[in-house]
């Protein structure tokens, strides 16, 4: 998307009234669950929360990074978009989760694209603020640490997961995946709690779209997979992990 294009969105982001991070649910898995209730009102001035629509871009690839944001409420997929201009989700974003980090720590430009999935809140700290608590907290810094060495993790086993197995194995681990982390129990089975077009859920699976349409398509003629409108349901996630030759969920 053009930057013109991005400003004109940014400048529709009508802020809401802004919550107290204390009153978060989510906190205690975000980045700033180790700080105290003193150290959160101090923060609380230089917070924003911004409303974001379906398929609203919140940073482009390539921009400066002026913050940090945590997601509220939603869901955000963080994608990069190679010379080829085709797509590439690097990961998915939830409620509790902090996006951006990596390029602002790193004094660096953003190698990915953010954009809200559905209707999201996100909040937005500036970077002075976020930078301060790395000084000043040494469990914030350590909480950082343990994020960065997650993401590393990650990335190492979607190296694995694209080197080592097929689509249709691939594709299966995605949706396990995907049931694991936004999934919710349904009447038979579980459905993921997130919704995704078949495009997303190739470029989560690194193939194409026609690819994934078929995988999908097998998928459910062979009862691992069922569909309720645009809901994709799990009836048997351990029959899918195997599958993808991952541990029963």
């Known amino acids: ?14 802020p809401r009234d802004n919550p107290a991070c204390e009153n978060c649910q989510h906190r205690g898995k975000s980045l ?48 990069q978009t190679g010379i080829d201009g085709r797509d590439q989700i690097v990961r998915l974003a939830g409620p509790g989760d902090p996006i951006g980090y990596r390029a602002l720590f790193a004094d660096e430009a953003y190698n990915a694209s953010a954009e809200a999935l559905e209707e999201s809140e996100v909040c937005f700290i500036d970077r002075a603020s976020v930078l301060g608590l790395l000084e000043d907290k040494p469990l914030f810094m350590r909480r950082l640490l343990q ?39 349904v009447p ?5 709690g997130i919704r995704l077009t078949r495009q997303e859920l190739a470029e989560l699976s690194g193939t194409v779209l026609e690819t994934a349409v078929r995988c999908i398509s097998e998928m459910k003629r062979e009862k691992l ?25």
Not at 177 to 183: D, I, M, N
Request: charged share 25%; glycine share 8%; hydrophobic share 45%.
């Open 147 to 185: 994020w960065l060495c997650q993401d590393l993790k990650q990335a190492e086993e979607r190296m694995r997961q694209f080197a080592q197995k097929p689509v249709r194995e691939r594709m299966a681990e995605t949706l396990v995946l995907l049931a694991q982390a936004f999934g919710k129990r």
């Open 225 to 249: 997979l069922r569909g309720e409108g645009r809901n994709l349901i799990l009836p048997d996630p351990a029959a899918l992990a195997r599958v993808a030759r991952l541990d029963p969920p």
């Open 32 to 79: 700033f669950g180790t700080l105290c209730a003193d150290d959160l009102a101090q923060l609380q001035p230089h917070k924003k929360l911004r409303h974001y629509r379906r398929r609203d871009l919140l940073f482009a690839q390539g921009n400066v990074p002026e913050g940090l944001f945590c997601v509220a409420s939603g869901q955000v997929k963080i994608f």
């Open 1 to 14: 998307m053009a930057l013109d294009g991005l400003f004109d969105q940014m400048e529709k982001v009508k």
């Open 188 to 192: 038979g089975g579980v459905q993921l």
